[in-house]
Structure formats: C-alpha cells, structure tokens
C-alpha cells in the first residue's frame, strides 16, 4: 500500500484545513488509517484512527471537538478535518494505513506500531 497526503499549508489561529490521504495498491480500502503528526523536537503523536469501513472513529484529546476523520472507500481516500486550529497544531502530518487484519482496538489504533504503512507527511503551519 502507498499513501500520498495532502493539502497542508499555513493557516491563520481560528482557521480549517482538509487533510488528504490517498492510498493505493491490493486492497487498500481494507485497512483501517490514522492520522499521526509530529512537531519539531517532539515526538510522533496520534491524532485521529477509522475503521475499514469508517464505522468506527477516534480522536485523541487533543483535537476532539475540532476535528473529523473520513474515508470515501471508492476514492481511497482519507480525510482529516481541522477546525479552530491553535498554533499547537502546527506538525507535519502523516498518514498511516494498519496492517489489514480488520480488527479495531480502541487502544491499539492510537499506536504508531499498528501501522504498517506510512505516508510522506505534510506540513502543516498555524499562524498566530
């Protein structure tokens, strides 16, 4: 699986942005994908998970309330939408597909390690 993201770009305090993840290859739309970002000197941190289906969602604290995880299946395509972005959500962004066993663990998605496909990231910068 290759997953391409997208649409990172600088953002005013208070702004949206639309993050995309296209994925391609056998059976993409059979793995669960999640959002993980990375700041400067920080290290990579969950952000938001979605089944296979997209029956099941997750969001961590940080962005609840702010942010929504899609998936158009006949796109494979992933969506992560931001809303009222704060200067702390400023990282790049990656998106990750897990290893295609169809299993959703509320614990085990907020883990890089379930994932075994990763993305090139994209920056995103929140102007204050």
């Known amino acids: 699986v290759q997953l391409q993201a997208s649409g990172g770009g600088l953002v005013q305090a208070g702004g949206s942005l639309r993050l995309s993840c296209a994925a391609s290859g056998r059976s993409s739309s059979s793995y669960a994908m999640a959002w993980f970002r990375q700041a400067p000197g920080k290290e990579r941190e969950f952000v938001a998970a979605i089944s296979w289906s997209g029956g099941r969602t997750d969001c961590s604290s940080a962005v609840k309330g702010r942010a929504t995880i899609s998936r158009d299946n006949d796109k494979s395509t992933t969506y992560l939408q931001i809303n009222n972005l704060k200067p702390e959500d400023a990282a790049v962004y990656y998106c990750?597909?897990?290893?295609?066993?169809?299993?959703?663990?509320?614990?085990?998605?907020?883990?890089?390690?379930?994932?075994?496909?990763w993305g090139q990231g994209t920056l995103v910068t929140v102007s204050s």
């Open positions: 990750a597909a897990d290893r295609g066993t169809k299993n959703w663990d509320d614990a085990a998605v907020r883990n890089p390690t379930q994932y075994g496909y």
